[in-house]
């Protein structure tokens, strides 16, 4: 008898293994590809929520006389515990009714949590009259840092890139080791950890970025000149 020309023939054992092996490797291929696509979708996310922050705290500067908010209204020494005795009035609190969404305070890479607020004023920035500035386009208005819930004393200032804590100098960056920051001008830029605002070193031994660490000099948060 003929062989009936339309019938169909399985895949042979080895014809298998072998397109099982094909894909294992296109996926291989793949999946980092995939992996930093989504990486960079959640950085341009957090760059809209610096972008939406900037919008709420240029509203509240002019409706308080071009003067920014203050970082917070409290004083004292954070103590790890999240939160100070009473109200600390961070700029996140004070800036709240000029935000459309509580959630543009979170980045979605924020290495210690997506619950947590992910970004700090720079005390240098914290109440000053806009005016006043020489620059608007290169001094930092927020940054990424933070592992508390909004509102919380702790990590709501910041002016070295290594901080990501205000209690542990870990050095976690955001993204692709580095960190977004919103500019006074209202645009965002995203910097590696050597090459950033604050990315500086002002001490022997240091490494760009260093500006300050507990016990070793320059002590506190400002750097020097």
């Keep these: 008898m003929m062989p009936n020309s339309n019938s169909k023939q399985a895949f042979t054992l080895i014809e298998l293994l072998v397109v099982i092996a094909i894909i294992s490797i296109l996926a291989a ?78 980045c979605p890479d924020n290495p210690y949590g997506r619950q947590y607020r992910s970004y700090s004023m720079p005390r240098y920035v914290s109440g000053i009259e806009i005016g006043r500035l020489a620059n608007v386009v290169e001094a930092v208005m927020l940054m990424e840092k933070g592992a508390y819930v909004p509102g919380t004393w702790d990590d709501a200032a910041a002016e070295n890139f290594h901080q990501s804590t205000s209690q542990v100098p870990d050095q976690r960056y955001f993204h692709f080791d580095g960190k977004n920051f919103l500019f006074l001008d209202g645009h965002v830029k995203w910097y590696t950890k050597s090459s950033g605002p604050f990315a500086a070193s002002y001490r022997t031994g240091g490494e760009p970025g260093d500006c300050e660490y507990p016990a070793l000099p320059p002590v506190g948060d400002w750097p020097p000149g």
């Design 29 to 106: 291929m793949l999946m980092p590809v995939f992996a930093r696509a989504r990486a960079k979708a959640r950085q341009s996310s957090c760059q809209s929520n610096l972008h939406q922050l900037g919008i709420a705290i240029k509203m509240y500067v002019e409706d308080y006389d071009e003067f920014m908010p203050l970082w917070s209204q409290a004083g004292g020494t954070p103590d790890g515990s999240g939160r100070l005795p009473g109200y600390a009035g961070t700029w996140d609190d004070i800036i709240q009714p000029y935000m459309k969404n509580r959630q543009i305070l979170l």
